[in-house]
């Protein structure tokens, strides 16, 4: 005869251990999203070494360069970068055998530039005495004059195209325009008489025209 009193369980009784398994694993999922949530907040930004960006060169003597650069202090290797007081050059200087030119520009309409050449020499002379500046054209010191001009200008003195010669400021002292033969280059040379050496070329306006140069 079978047993009424042996006990099973009843589907309450599973019921209530099912809810109470589900209960449990709930309580262990919040748990571990909550210590995950603290050590992010806890723990802050990655422990993690920031790496060192390096680059490599296939030529050695650039790679030596650039060191030398990050021990000098990193500097642009442009000796006129970043320098706002730096002066800037009025004058251009262009070397020459026996001295230097100098190329100016100028705020006076009719000269394109002036010229000086510290190479610049007295031309000779064959007068003698006390010397005596003369604006005829029949005279040595005439001929000399323009042999210092076309001396400074480089033009040939037998073709340049004479506007006027006349005093430069003081007894030793004469200017004349003149331009070459095609009347297409146009100069104003000052000059300095020296002693027993002649005319020597001081300067040398490059005009635009002739015209209202004299």
């Known amino acids: 005869m079978p047993n009424h009193n042996k006990h099973y369980p009843s589907r309450m009784d599973r019921r209530n251990r099912t ?3 589900l209960n449990i694993l709930i309580v262990l999922v919040f748990g571990l999203i909550a210590i995950t949530a603290a050590f992010i907040i806890i723990g802050g930004g990655s422990d993690e070494p920031e790496l060192e960006q390096v680059t490599v060169s296939d030529n050695p003597a650039e790679a030596d360069q650039e060191e030398s650069a990050e021990e000098g202090g990193g500097g642009t290797g442009d000796p006129a970068a970043g320098s706002d007081e730096q002066e800037a050059e009025p004058e251009a200087e262009e070397p020459t055998v026996g001295g230097t030119i ?9 000269v394109k530039e002036t010229i000086v050449n510290t190479g610049w020499e007295p031309i000779g002379t064959e007068q003698t005495g006390e ?10 010191d005439w001929q000399e004059k323009l042999e210092a001009i076309a001396y400074a200008t480089g033009l040939n003195a037998d073709e340049m195209i004479v506007w006027m010669i006349e005093n430069g400021g003081g007894p030793q002292k004469s200017v004349g325009v003149v331009s070459n033969s095609a009347n297409t280059e146009h100069f104003r040379v000052y000059l300095q008489w020296v002693d027993g050496e002649g005319w020597k070329p ?9 015209e209202g140069a004299y």
């Open 19 to 21: 809810n109470s398994l």
């Open 102 to 110: 100098t190329r100016e520009d100028s705020a006076d309409p009719l």
């Open 131 to 140: 010397h005596v500046s003369r604006y005829d054209g029949s005279s040595a």
């Open 202 to 210: 001081e300067k040398v306006d490059v005009l635009t025209t002739a």
